[in-house]
């Protein structure tokens, strides 16, 4: 079985700064595609960054040149670094990584959990 567990959630005042996690654990041969969403109260969950196996990412317009998506494949770990945080900001966000198990013939997606984000003075 494979899992994935986030952290470094947390309540931070506008123009603060938090770093997520995303650790993946269990029978795993490789990891590709590693993504964070979020999600606030009624709201959709939306996409907001990816990163590649070769290491390219993308964002969404909302929130470049504030969060950097980055990888650690040897701790099969995906970080998010968010800067100047916005109320706006504030959400669950969720880890989602691609992930071709040991005997699998093809990859599968996981979630986490989520972890908390909150933004407020």
């Known amino acids: 079985q494979v899992q994935l567990v986030e952290s470094g959630g947390g309540l931070v005042q506008p123009g603060g700064s938090l770093r997520l996690s995303c650790t993946a654990s269990?029978?795993?041969?490789?990891?590709?595609?590693m993504s964070w969403y979020r999600q606030a109260p009624g709201n959709e969950r939306e996409l907001v960054a990816t990163?590649?196996?070769?290491?390219?990412?993308t964002y969404t317009t909302a929130i470049q040149g504030r969060y950097t998506i980055s990888r650690d494949d040897a701790k099969n770990t995906a970080y998010l670094q968010m800067n100047n945080l916005k109320p706006e900001d504030a959400a669950v966000y969720y880890c989602?990584?691609?992930?071709?198990?040991?005997?699998?013939?093809?990859?599968?997606?996981?979630w986490g959990q989520g972890t908390q984000v909150t933004v407020s003075s």
């Open positions: 990163i590649r196996p070769d290491g390219s990412t």
């Open positions: 269990g029978s795993i041969r490789s990891l590709n595609l």
């Open positions: 989602s990584a691609w992930i071709r198990r040991h005997g699998a013939l093809r990859s599968q997606e996981y």
